[in-house]
């Protein structure tokens, strides 16, 4: 058998080597195959790999957790005091679990769990013959986001010659806040060189914005997502994306002369040029001048509306620059 997509989800930090499950599964993937995978990442995790050690030094893992080591795992906690630093740095999230036994045995009682860094997660990635895509939630690693100023000229030129994965390694050791490195992979080309980190939308240049083709997200292009929002239209009411595709906890919701230049996006990928124009149609007039809006403005308009919709998952913007 071969494979177009592969997912193996929260299973190779249990493995004894990830090389060979992934290498197994570049086996059987296809030339044009993806595969979504992901490592336990050691930085975030590390607090958990000191408490999972605390209970095999005192008999809590010396089998499959049970009821037993399960009621004496949190005994130990709680008779903890909240001074203490392992208390103070990791057992919260335990205390504020919905489900603690769940919780204890996925985190303090898993056995054979293990970390890894971005750096050892590519190396794996190069023995296994897989070429790294990038993050599954890649729009929650741009280094960019973790300054509340422009940060020194020094940092902003070296973070320029970064590739890839030096570039999440930077970003790791920032800011671990990711149980998962959880990312897409393909076969590895022969002679291919080094990613180099991937232009967000926000820092497009003009000429790349002129050049954009829009896609919407293929579950959004469904028919009765597009007889909802046409019914939206008929009726002049906003028409809420997130209820069709819960992409996260913002609520996505467009007034009409925005979700009316969704429509030609039903029928597929589309220029620009193509929704500027129906915007410019449907918003014929500036509210405040009753002048007439140029094409100029309507893209101007268009791009903080496509750039919001793409960084929320609902929009594919692709340029050719």
Known sequence: LSFDYINCDEVLYLL??????LASMQALLKPQGIIRANLHNALQREGYFRAQSLFKDIGLLNRNPEEEEMVDAVKLIHSLGNAVE????????????????????????????????????????????????????WREWNI???????????????LATLTIGQYLNFYNKLNPIHRLL??????????SSPQVVPKLVSQWTQREWESAKVLLHPQLNRPEVKQSLIQSLKTLQPFPLTPHLPLSN??????????????????????????????????????????????????????????RLEHSGYLLLTTTV
Request: proline share 4%; with cysteine; hydrophobic share 40%.
């Open 144 to 158: 960019l986001s973790l300054f509340q100023s422009t940060p020194p000229d020094r940092v902003v030129r070296y």
């Open 16 to 21: 004894t080597d990830p090389y060979q499950g």
């Open 250 to 307: 913002e609520q996505i919701i467009l007034d009409c002369s925005t979700a009316s230049c969704l429509l030609p996006l039903f029928e597929g990928e589309q220029s620009i040029w193509t929704i500027v124009q129906r915007w410019q149609q449907v918003n014929m007039l500036d509210l405040v001048t009753l002048q007439l809006n140029s094409a100029q403005q309507a893209f101007q308009s268009l791009q903080q509306i496509l750039a």
């Open 182 to 191: 959880d990312f897409w992979a393909c076969s590895r080309e022969s002679g």
């Open 86 to 137: 392992l208390k103070r740095r990791v057992f919260p999230s335990f205390l504020n679990a919905p489900d603690k036994k769940e919780f204890i045995l996925a985190n303090y009682l898993l056995q054979g769990d293990k970390g890894y860094s971005v750096s050892e997660c590519f190396q794996i990635l190069e023995q296994s013959g897989l070429q790294f895509i990038n993050m599954v939630n």
